[in-house]
């Protein structure tokens, strides 16, 4: 895949406990000048809308254990796309669905779903469940009319797996996000079915990528 498709496939990230305005700045001018996406956090998404217009933005909804109280978590929803995000990145309550609790589960994700007008990807962590709990996790985001299904915050041990982009694929498009960090990776998921890569190393992806289909021969 050449560079100039693959770009707008990658959700450029920078969510770390440490991350400035200054790196926020940074990821939204490289995936503005490549053609990306950005995922940023909740509090600088104003100040990016106004910054990087042009950017399609991503932030994420009670990130990165989704232990908020699901109240909180539609209000934060709703300030975000208020605010001028795009699409909203909604981590479940992994304890609620560990202990069988998916109705409370699945009615948190409609909430959100329903109250902003703005595509909602269901985190789920994979690292987390087992194969039968990610099928469930999968269900309560297809039950919410959520608009796809991702793989990992990257705060847990381990991220993005092949065989859980397959499986989640079987519920709704997927976005592979944790620990790919090379066109190769970017490549492998997309090719299990995901269809959207989530990346800190978004400009790393696109500089391994041929920038014209020639390249490929």
Not at 154 to 160: E, K, V
């Amino acid at each position: 895949m050449e560079r100039s498709e693959l770009a707008p496939l990658i959700d450029h990230t920078v969510l770390g406990p440490e991350t400035t305005t200054a790196d926020v700045r940074t990821v939204l001018d490289e995936a503005d000048e490549y053609g990306m996406n950005a995922c940023i956090p909740p509090y600088a998404v104003e100040e990016a809308a106004d910054y990087a217009p042009d950017v399609t933005l991503a932030t994420v909804i009670g990130f990165p254990q989704g232990q908020n109280e699901p109240e909180l978590k539609r209000r934060e929803g709703v300030r975000a796309w208020q605010a001028g995000a795009d699409e909203l990145d909604v981590v479940i309550n992994v304890g609620r669905l560990k202990a069988g609790e998916d109705d409370v589960v699945r009615a948190e994700l409609a909430e959100i779903v329903a109250a902003v007008p703005i595509p909602v990807k269901v985190i789920i962590e994979t690292a987390l469940l087992s194969d039968a709990e990610k099928r469930r996790a999968c269900e309560a985001a297809v039950a919410a009319d959520a608009a796809m299904v991702k793989t990992s915050t990257g705060f847990a041990d381990g991220g993005a797996e092949l065989e859980d982009v397959e499986l989640m694929s079987e519920y709704l498009p997927v976005k592979a996000s944790g620990g790919v960090g090379s066109y190769e990776e970017a490549m492998a998921m997309l090719e299990a079915s995901a269809e959207r890569i989530g990346a800190s190393s978004g400009v790393e992806i696109l500089e391994g990528a041929p920038e014209s289909a020639t390249e490929n021969r």
